[in-house]
């Protein structure tokens, strides 16, 4: 089962599930409960916003696979699924690795350069440059990224070509992996406090779960920008809105809200961060060009049919016995 997905149809894991000889069932839950009712007797499920908890995962009578499209499986109770002998699969950065840093660094200098204030006042017939007014040099700024996995050092690459000194805090790294590529390993203290510019780009867990509240926000310089192109809840949207509109941070620019539209049926734009003009949001589309959208659907079907032929996965998320 196809728990759910945005791609617009499901060629390209009918082909590969029906050629392995398996059906395919095609919905869209939005919730656990959808994902109870419809998937409760499949072998596989492939996911991509759609929640898979404990409470489906008790209820499955024979699921073996849940495929993640993607590469974040937060949305997925990986150990109700490994008490359950349930194989869970992702799909490896690289996916997608490229696109993300480009859109991290597309969001970031749009933001500091105002690009979406001067389009908007020259549409309404403004033609001076103090619309976009202040803008601050971009060179001998700190940039900062929270986190240095595979995707931060392709933003970290990137953003060193406009001249920044770029910080980064990542505890599971040494400190000695970040200078050697020319990176300031710091504190998040360190980071919070010092970042001109600061791009999130950290895996959404319990300890990264509103990691950006009130307390962090208001520690931030006055006239920071604050990118996230990783998981929306890391951000507490409530305080970024007040940091906003009383002057804590100067901008913001994003790639998913805490509120993860997707995962809603029928939403509609009421989050008040939509009426504020220092700020950029995009609909979780980091991750989008054709050819990433081709490879993640192709990974997760070929993970589920790897799974339930007997076969390793290629990327797995957790250790079950095999079986056949």
């Not at 998040?188 to 970042?195: A, H, K, N, P, T």
């Not at 998981?231 to 809105?241: F, K, N, S, W």
């Not at 700020?279 to 980091?286: G, K, R, Y």
Request: contains cysteine; hydrophobic residues 40%; aromatic residues 8%.
């Amino acid at each position: 089962m196809i728990a759910d997905s945005d791609f617009g149809d499901v060629d390209i894991e009918r082909e590969i599930v029906e050629d392995a000889g398996f059906e395919l069932l095609a919905a869209q839950c939005k919730n656990e409960d959808e994902v109870i009712e419809r998937g409760r007797d499949v072998d596989g499920v492939l996911t991509q916003y759609a929640r898979v908890g404990s409470r489906a995962i008790d209820a499955f009578t024979r699921c073996r696979v849940i495929a993640r499209y993607g590469t974040g499986v937060d949305i997925v109770d990986v150990d109700a699924a490994t008490r359950r002998g349930i194989q869970v699969t992702n799909a490896p950065n690289d996916w997608c690795a490229e696109e993300v840093a480009d859109h991290a660094v597309a969001l970031w200098l749009a933001a500091a350069r105002k690009i979406c204030a001067y389009d908007q006042a020259t549409r309404q017939g403004t033609w001076q440059w103090q619309s976009g007014q202040p803008i601050w040099r971009l060179r001998g700024q700190v940039f900062g990224l929270l986190s240095f996995g595979a995707i931060a050092q392709l933003v970290a690459e990137r953003a060193r070509a406009f001249g920044v000194e770029v910080w980064a805090h990542d505890p599971f790294l040494d400190e000695s992996e970040l200078r050697s590529r020319h990176v300031r390993p710091v504190s998040f203290d360190q980071l919070v406090e010092g970042s001109d510019h600061l791009v999130i780009q950290a895996p959404l867990t319990p300890g990264t779960r509103h990691a950006f509240d009130r307390t962090t926000l208001r520690r931030m310089k006055p006239s920071a920008i604050l990118i996230n192109t990783a998981r929306g809840p890391i951000v507490e949207d409530t305080a970024l809105y007040q940091a906003l509109t009383e002057g804590w941070i100067a901008g913001a620019a994003l790639d998913d809200l805490e509120e993860e539209p997707a995962k809603q049926r029928d939403w509609r734009p009421h989050n008040p961060l939509f009426s504020l003009p220092n700020v950029i949001v995009t609909p979780h589309a980091a991750y989008y060009s054709e050819q990433a959208v081709t490879a993640v659907r192709r990974i997760a079907a070929e993970e589920a049919v790897r799974v339930l032929t007997g076969q390793n996965a290629r990327s797995p998320v957790n250790e079950v016995p095999a079986r056949l």
